[in-house]
Structure formats: C-alpha cells, structure tokens
C-alpha cells in the first residue's frame, strides 16, 4: 500500500470531505483566555504575520522565551500565523519537559489556534466542488494557509496526546486527532499541487509546512504497532519512515519559518524515539550534521544543545554527553522546567558510569522539583541507592522509606495507571517484602530504558556491568532453593548477562541465556514480562545473524503470547521496529540471493555458556 499522502492521488470522496469538514468539532474555542472572542477577522497581511511568527520563533531558539510570547500574544485571536506561533511555543515547552501544567497550557493555546485558522478557511459546499475541474484555485493565500495551519494545530494536538503516558487510553485519543489530521494534510497536500501560487514565498513557507506534517505523520504512523493500529481502526492508513525522513529533510533545507521544526524532528527522532521506542538503530553522525547547521546560528539555544548531548550519549561518549547537558542548564535560567529533561539525562550518563551516588541525586532532584511522575522519581532513587557497594544501614533505613513513598504518589488517567508507575509501585513492594540484595534494580531499569543499545557501543562501559551481573548470578545459585524471588532475580540476571554477551560479540553464549530465562516461565512471581521480552531479544539475536525463519518464529510468538504482562505496550513498539527490519532484510536478502534459502546466512557458533 502507497505510504501516507501519495502526491499521485488527485480526489477525495465526499465522505472524506466531510470527515475534513468535521474535524473542526474536535476543537471548541479555548474558554478563559482574557481576550475578546474571536470573530472572522478581515485577513491580515499573511507576508507579515509569517515574518513576524518567524521573528519570534529566533527569539524562542534564543532561549528569550518571554519575548517570544510577548511579540505574539496581541494577534492571537486574530491572526492564524501569531496563534500557531504562540501554541507551537507552548508546545515545544510541553514536549521539551512532559510537566502536565505545559501539557495543558499547550493544549489551551492549541485549540485557540484551531479555532482562529478556521475562520480564515474557505467554507466550500460539496457540490461546488464537484462542479469545478479544480476548486483548489479558487482558494486565497490566506485560505490556503489557514488549512495548513488548521492541519498543524490537530498535528501538534495528536503528539501531545501520545506523550502524556503510553496507555491504550491516550493511543486512541490521539488516533482520533491523527485521523482528522490526516484529512486536514490531505487537503494542504492537494492545495500545494493544485493551487495557483502568485507569490513565491508564500509557496515555500507552504510547501516547508506541508513537508513537515507529511513527515511527521508517516514516522508517528511508522513506529505505531499493528495492534494499536487496529485498535484505532486506521484501515488503509500506513507510514512510511523512509518517506518521513525525506519529506523532513526537504523541510528543513528550505529558507523556511518551519525549517527549524523540521530539523528539530528530524534529529529528535534519531537521538530520542528511535532508542526509546525502538531497536536503537540510529545515525548520530546525520544527527551531528544538523546540529552543526543549528549552533551556528543558535550557538546557546537550549534545545539544540540538549538535542547534541542526547547524540553524544547515544554514541556512548558520555563525558562529553555531560557537559552538553550542564551547558544547556547554565545557558538560560527562564525557562527551568527543561534544567529537569537535562538532569534526566545526566542521571542516565552517571548510571551508565555506574556511579550510582551521583545518579541518586539527580532522581531525588527530580522528585523534588519535577511534576511529572514523582513515583517513577522516587523509585529510582531508590533503585540507584539498592546498587550502591556499600550497603550500610543508614542507607537500606533510606532506602526502604522512599521505597515506601513510591506507591503514594501513583496517578491514574482518565480512570487508567500510567504503566511506568505501576511497574515501579510493583518493584517497590517486592524490595520491600523480598529485599534488594539480588535485584539489579538499576540496570533493570537500564533495560527497560533500551540503554544496552548505548552501552555496547563502548565495551569500557560493559565491563564493569557484566562484572555486576556475574556476582549476581553467582549469589543466587548459592541461595537457590532458600529464595522465594530466586527464579525472578535469576531470570532477570540471565537476561541482562545475554544482552551483554551480545554487545560482546558472544552469540552463542547470549542464546543460552536467554533460553534459561523461557525455561524459568513457570516459576516467575513478578518478573513475567521477561519472558516476552526475552522472545524478542532472540529473535532480534537470529534478525542479527540472517537466520529469518527462527527469527520469525519468535517474533511470532512474541507478538501472540497470551499471559498478561506488565509494560506490553512499549514492548510492541520495539516488537513492530524488529518485525520491519526482518521484512527489510528478507526482501535484501532475496534481491541479492535468489533461490538461497532465507536462512542462510553466518550461523551463530555452538558454543557453551
């Protein structure tokens, strides 16, 4: 099926035009903003207003945040360009801290900014439509951008909604707005082809924007799991991340008032969501490249900085990952609540350094100033303080009273927990009535968080891990049979210890871990989300050495296992990445080996654990 938004297509059916049309139900006008209510303004000048939305959007990547807003604030409920300027500030402030007070504030100004591009949107009945040969050049400038900036706030509405938490909940929420986003691209999509541009300015700061939620949506719907798919019913609808990535590219290569947008996904998809969300295949030296092109002409710009210290930690140069971050703290004081997105950071280099005290410091800076989950906070603080070497008693006495605080900050959403939060009120509960001593809490958490896909890029930092692990297993073979929580610590011991071996180039060795752990299913109490996590480490295991049909299979039985297991949902979006990457490599392997077996390929060596 053609990927999102193929420039060949040249109609909609009328259902879709009315969907479209729909769409603007979704978004009532923001109640209490102190400003007087918006009615169909006569159109300003839209030259001026795109450069004056791009005036300001130098003062935000200069870290002059209130300036920013004070430059846009008196049009924005008359002017399209100043009310998107103003959300998409807000917006970026959100995505940049996840604080729900900015989750929230952004969502205000959004919805505003819905609002006030509707009124410059051409109210078109069906039936003109299907009399004109093409209705797209009867739209003004003004018109056209109104769609696309219409379009854009629905866009901005939809990546909110998938990063408040990763329930089911927020996945079909910000389907809905995918879906009316989709239309609403559609008909800009249609509008750069087909309309009559008189000024060409106005056309690229057109096409940039076009670009951007064209590449946008075709990476969202890319890494989105079939499941969840489904269960949003986006039937006909795919994503292509090859597409997004060009269509980004282009975006961001044009003198543009979204360029910097384009630019800022882009290397925000290499640095952040492809380690997070999937296998941790990405490209810092492409990232690298743009940031370069970014620090020029933003040399203290907070979120470039930031975004360079996330490519230095996922190229493993974590000393150099550090000082980025505290730049970024120091450069500007304004806006403090992203100083809390870089103390984030810097406790994972410190932890990937294993130096567990610093680490513990960051978490309990986190909970204290931090409102976005203060139970995942507090649990890693923790965790962190669970693998300090020395174990006194004043610090188990301190650790086991957070441990205790973890499950009274618990939130719930919309009726549903966040799965992050249950998982560590679980752990919390096992420490407290099973100890710690074999835990591994912390490099649990390394795990869960994909940072071996980091670590194995300087053994120097495995080492000492693998060190780790192996004391660990060797205690719990001392203790089996005594231990109620034995096979749960042992199974996550062997995980861990497998997906090391991996990183070390010991294949055959990792394989038998991880069969150890299937073979520990019966016997795991709290742990049980090891065994399909373990499914999808062999299959990306056989995916790494070309044997595809074994790789299948376990990422079949991966996708089809039945217990109910804490954490599926981030497990499905490493699972759908994995499953693309075998379609990739069986279709390479066919191109270039025809009527070779797919199993065929550099064999993992029999060797013993």
Request: proline share 3%; aromatic share 10%.
């Amino acid at each position: 099926m053609a990927a999102l938004y193929d420039e060949e297509e040249k109609s909609e059916s009328s259902s879709e035009e009315e969907e479209f049309e729909d769409a603007v139900e979704d978004f009532n006008y923001v109640q209490g903003i102190d400003l007087p209510p918006a009615q169909r303004p006569d159109p300003t000048d839209l030259a001026t207003s795109i450069c004056e939305a791009t005036a300001a959007l130098d003062l935000f990547l200069n870290n002059r945040y209130n300036d920013a807003k004070a430059a846009l604030r008196p049009w924005v409920s008359t002017s399209m360009y100043h009310a998107l300027g103003y959300a998409t500030v807000h917006y970026f402030q959100a995505i940049m801290t996840f604080e729900p007070s900015d989750i929230q504030e952004a969502i205000r100004w959004i919805k505003n900014s819905s609002q006030v591009s509707s009124l410059f949107r051409r109210k078109q009945r069906v039936f003109h439509r299907m009399l004109a040969r093409n209705p797209y050049e009867f739209y003004s400038e003004e018109e056209a951008h109104a769609e696309l900036c219409f379009a854009e706030s629905i866009l901005e509405r939809a990546m909110l909604m998938f990063i408040q938490d990763d329930n089911l909940v927020s996945f079909v929420k910000g389907g809905l707005k995918i879906r009316s986003g989709y239309q609403a691209y559609k008909n800009a999509v249609q509008l750069l082809s087909n309309h009559k541009w008189k000024d060409a300015a106005s056309k690229m700061h057109f096409e940039s924007g076009v670009r951007l939620g064209r590449g946008t949506y075709n990476l969202m719907l890319s890494i989105l799991p079939k499941r969840l798919i489904k269960v949003l019913e986006f039937v006909g609808f795919t994503g292509s991340q090859e597409r997004g990535l060009q269509e980004l590219e282009l975006g961001s290569s044009l003198p543009s008032l979204r360029s910097p947008f384009c630019t800022c996904t882009l290397i925000g998809f290499h640095t952040v969501t492809s380690v997070v969300l999937g296998t941790g295949d990405c490209d810092p030296s492409y990232s690298e490249k743009k940031l370069g092109e970014c620090l020029a002409k933003y040399p203290n710009g907070v979120i470039f900085l930031f975004l360079a210290g996330r490519t230095k930690t996922i190229s493993a140069k974590i000393d150099e990952a550090i000082a980025l971050y505290k730049q970024a703290i120091a450069c500007q004081k304004e806006w403090v609540q992203v100083h809390h997105v870089c103390y984030w950071e810097l406790m994972w280099c410190h932890v990937f350094k294993l130096n567990w005290s610093e680490a513990v410091l960051y978490a309990e800076r986190l909970s204290k100033d931090s409102k976005w989950s203060k139970t995942i906070y507090l649990y890693q603080q923790a965790a962190f303080m669970s693998m300090c070497s020395l174990q006194g008693p004043e610090l188990r006495s301190k650790a086991r009273e957070i441990f205790n605080q973890v499950p009274v900050h618990k939130q719930r959403i919309a009726g549903k927990s966040i799965p992050l939060e249950k998982f560590s009120v679980m752990k919390a509960r096992k420490c407290l009535q099973h100890g710690w001593l074999h835990a591994l809490a912390g490099l649990e958490l390394i795990y869960l968080w994909n940072g071996f896909s980091i670590l194995g890029k300087d053994r120097s930092l495995l080492e000492p891990i693998m060190v780790l692990v192996e004391q660990t297993v060797s205690e719990l073979r001392k203790v089996r049979g005594t231990y109620s929580c034995h096979a749960d610590d042992y199974s996550l011991a062997m995980l861990l210890k497998g997906v090391i071996l991996i990183a070390m180039n010991k294949p055959s060795q990792a394989e038998l871990c991880f069969h150890e752990v299937l073979l520990n299913e019966d016997f795991l109490v709290y742990n049980l989300y090891l065994v399909p996590y373990t499914l999808l480490e062999l299959s990306m295991l056989y995916l790494q050495y070309n044997r595809f049909d074994d790789a299948s299979s376990f990422l079949a039985q991966c996708r089809e296992y039945q217990k109910k297991y804490i954490l599926e949902n981030r497990l499905h979006f490493k699972l759908h990445a994995t499953m693309e990457r075998l379609r990739e490599k069986e279709g390479a392997s066919r191109d270039m080996q025809v009527g070779q077996p797919a199993g065929d390929g550099l064999d993992i060596p029999t060797q013993s654990a």
